[in-house]
């Protein structure tokens, strides 16, 4: 792999402008949020329609998926990367820990714009959030929760 120029606004505007129906999720979308939080790639949910256009979209930043279309719809998630990682999570649903069925067209249908520069993104609610985070529930989920959970009750304020 060769390393990119990356910069993620140009990037953010190439999946607007190519009318994915992506959700940046994941500790990413806590820092779009302000929670002081690290991360150090992309974690994106994705309209299983939709895997070209996004493919397509980031072909400028020399992004390479780990598998084709089919199989990542096959599979429910695929990979682009090169020395920027991108997940891609292409399910019509996932199940949380707990067996609480989270449908994509019901966080889409819920999604919040944020302007990042010149670009808008879309993010998941913070309940929705909180649900994408109950996927794995791994350790820094549950401390990416209970930070998503004081954000809410401060905005609730």
Known sequence: MRGSEF???PF???IEAS???ALLIGRRALV???LPVLTADYDFWLHSDDIEK???AVRPFDLEANRDPNAARRTGRYVLENDEHIDVLVSESRTTVDSLL???ADVWSRRVSVEIGAAKLFIP???DLILTKRFAARPKDAEDIRLLERLKEARDE
């Open 12 to 14: 953010f505007a190439a």
């Open 125 to 127: 609610t913070i309940d």
């Open 19 to 21: 009318g994915a129906r």
């Open 54 to 56: 996004l493919n397509e």
């Open 7 to 9: 910069d993620e606004i």
């Open 32 to 34: 779009v949020l302000g």
């Open 102 to 104: 989270v449908r994509f």
